[in-house]
């Protein structure tokens, strides 16, 4: 048994050194207040080991465990509701309220178990302000994170007396030694090797491992917090090359799986790749891979791209082809596990901290209540003029419900932004907003403007449009509406006064300066930013953007067809143009996006329509498709039916 495995069930078993904190847990989980309790502390330090002796011990006391691990669910509402309906054995759904009604409605006290909740660090508004607060009497909440919890938990009064939390430490010397002496460790090696771990759970399961296989456990990492990247740099040294290797390219992934590591290192059996890996107690298992401990994971990753670049870059185009394949072939259900795959690869560090936050931050951004618009008004009155206000009062006046707030730590307004979807715009805002109106001539078909977000507005009460933590906590959580849009978004639109600001920025992310028939306000050009993902949405502007950055990017001709245009949402056939419904471009474009792939009904009914699978069983696709083929004429057998799935694009010469 790996020694991380034995660590693990020492740890269920005994709970070496958290006997204390299991048993506040057991109370907190069998009492009534508070309703929830936040478990924070530093990779490694035992967070899951306590969780698992908890469920353990109150299981036995009649108490159900509902447990979702973030990493592994999209940070959206409608997909941790999906989790917790499968988790609970009910029809799978994405409504909060039904969702809570279940979770609550159930016979036994439930516990319910928010594991790695840093990577809910966009959610974690909605479940603070709506999700939680809904829940029954009988049920409890632990959220476990590396993070210390948002300052609004604790100030927000409705909170008051209802929310704990505590803090994991590392072991004292007594208990680390009492650990490494039990496992058959000598006492003097096991003060040496302690002197280095300090006490950090993981980091004496590295040592361990170090010692028993003949290392000489030396020097020293500055704080805590470095002790397990020591650690684990002193096991890879004296480990063979092929297992470092493995290791680097695992540490480029998210999860390592037999694909990737076989496309990253083709002269290792992916299965002997993979035991590799699996004896390593860095190295756990999850659901769709093995994960490299993350506190090991950088500092390896760094090294690699600085030691050896050359084979840094050839490993990230080999996973970047995998994944991307995989999204082409991935149903709907699994295209957040696609999604979290790119990023995983991507080095844009706007990107990756968009969609797995690692960096602390105090404020937090939630929708604007009724009482915020003296706040907003007093940010835009400092920075914008007569003109831009009027129209900024107009949204809040019709559209409130599109404005959110940065709070402080105080729970003051730190700045604002104002995203909505342009469909939903109120014919009033656009007459009397010059910028809206000229965003709106540029989607003149319903069907865009529903595949179009706004972000209209983004202020910090400091720095204006100037780089601030508002404006970051602004960008980040509009990632949480580019997930929740997903698949209908395609455009993005926003404004900034200033284009210098952020233009590299924009441009790295594909948002191109669009100025043509901007209008002034107060004299100063309302300077526009246009994002195109494509028909692929969010996904496919990942994907894109992650083969620009490894080289392996085709150029967009190599994504669509001689007989589609779709600038203009065309047909040409023979020289001449036919015009598209938006059904027809919208099942055309999706299918031309994946050539000679064979695409579900079901798929096409979810990424053009919108509709559930159940609505796959209906002839609208067949009634679709079949006018397309009219249209194509003498090309019709470009749209080829795959018998019992449903249909494939066949790219013509």
């Known amino acids: 048994m790996p020694l991380g495995d ?22 907190f989980a069998l009492g009534d207040e508070p309703v929830v309790v936040y478990i924070q502390g530093i990779p490694g330090i035992g967070k899951t080991h306590l969780l ?13 465990v509902v447990r979702i691990d973030a990493r592994w669910c999209e940070p959206s509402a409608a997909a941790l509701c999906r989790a917790i309906s499968r988790e609970i054995g009910v029809p799978e759904s994405e409504d909060s309220p039904a969702v809570v009604a279940s979770l609550s409605d159930r016979a036994k006290q439930t516990l319910l178990v928010l594991d790695s909740y840093e990577s809910f660090r966009l959610l974690d508004s909605w479940l603070r302000q709506v999700f939680l607060p809904s829940l029954g009497v009988s049920v409890r909440t632990i959220l476990s994170s590396r993070e210390p919890p948002r300052p ?68 020293s990492a500055a704080t805590r917090h470095e002790v397990l990247e020591h650690m684990a740099a002193l096991f890879l040294e004296d480990a063979d090359s092929e297992t470092k290797q493995v290791v680097q390219a695992a540490c480029l992934v998210r999860t390592a799986t037999a694909p990737l590591m076989a496309a990253m290192l083709p002269h290792t059996p992916a299965d002997e790749a993979l035991d590799r890996l699996r004896a390593l107690p860095f190295v756990s298992a999850g659901p769709h891979g093995l994960l490299v401990h993350d506190a090991v994971r950088e500092p390896v990753t760094a090294a690699l791209k600085s030691l050896d670049p050359a084979r840094y870059q050839a490993y990230r185009r080999a996973a970047t082809q995998v994944v991307r394949e995989q999204y082409r072939q991935a149903p709907r259900s699994d295209h957040w596990r696609c999604t979290a795959d790119v990023v995983y690869l991507l080095e844009n560090e706007n990107l990756r901290e968009g969609f797995f936050p690692t960096t602390e931050s105090p404020v937090s951004v939630e929708p604007a209540r009724a009482d915020d618009w003296p706040s907003i008004s007093a940010i835009i009155r400092k920075f914008d003029g007569a003109q831009s206000r009027q129209a900024l009062e107009q949204w809040w006046h019709y559209h409130p419900d599109c404005y959110f707030v940065v709070r402080d730590e105080h729970g003051g307004a730190q700045g604002f932004y104002l995203a909505i979807v342009a469909s939903k715009v109120q014919k009033n805002v656009i007459a009397r907003d010059p910028l809206a109106a000229s965003w709106a001539r540029d989607l003149p078909r319903a069907d865009d403007r529903a595949a179009t977000l706004w972000i209209r507005r983004t202020l910090d009460r400091d720095t204006g449009e100037g780089p601030s933590p508002g404006q970051a906590a602004c960008w980040l959580d509009i990632k949480r509406t580019y997930l929740e849009l997903r698949p209908r978004l395609r455009w993005v639109y926003t404004c900034y006064c200033d284009a210098e600001l952020y233009r590299r920025s924009f441009e790295q992310l594909g948002l191109r300066l669009a100025d043509e028939g901007r209008p002034l306000l107060d004299g100063v050009v309302q300077h526009t930013f246009r994002l195109d993902m494509g028909v692929d949405s969010v996904d496919g502007w990942l994907g894109n953007l992650l083969a620009q950055e490894v080289g392996t990017a085709t150029g967009q001709a190599a994504r669509t067809s001689p007989l589609l245009d779709e600038q203009a949402r065309e047909l040409v056939v023979n020289g001449s143009r036919i015009g598209l419904t938006p059904l027809e471009f919208g099942v055309l474009a999706y299918l031309v996006a994946r050539p000679n792939r064979a695409v579900a009904r079901y798929e096409l009914v979810e990424a053009v329509w919108g509709y559930g699978k159940e609505a796959s069983t209906s002839n609208v696709v067949e009634t679709v498709v079949r006018s397309v083929r009219q249209k194509l004429g003498a090309h019709r057998n470009a749209l080829e039916t795959v018998r019992g799935v449903g249909y494939r694009y066949r790219p013509t010469t």
Do not use: C
């Open 6 to 27: 034995r660590l693990e069930r020492r740890a269920v078993e005994a709970l070496v050194g958290r006997r204390a904190e299991l048993e506040r847990l057991e109370d």
């Open 52 to 64: 698992n002796a908890l469920m353990a011990r109150i299981g036995e006391k009649g108490v159900s």
């Open 152 to 219: 609004a938990w604790r100030i927000a009064p409705a909170w008051r007396g209802l929310f704990d939390s505590m803090v994991l430490e590392t072991f004292s010397a007594e208990v680390a030694l009492e650990y490494l002496t039990s496992e058959g460790v000598p006492e003097g090696s096991a003060r040496e090797l302690n002197r280095i771990a300090r006490g950090h759970p993981l980091a004496l399961s590295l040592g361990m491992a170090f010692h028993f296989a003949g290392g000489q456990v030396r020097g």
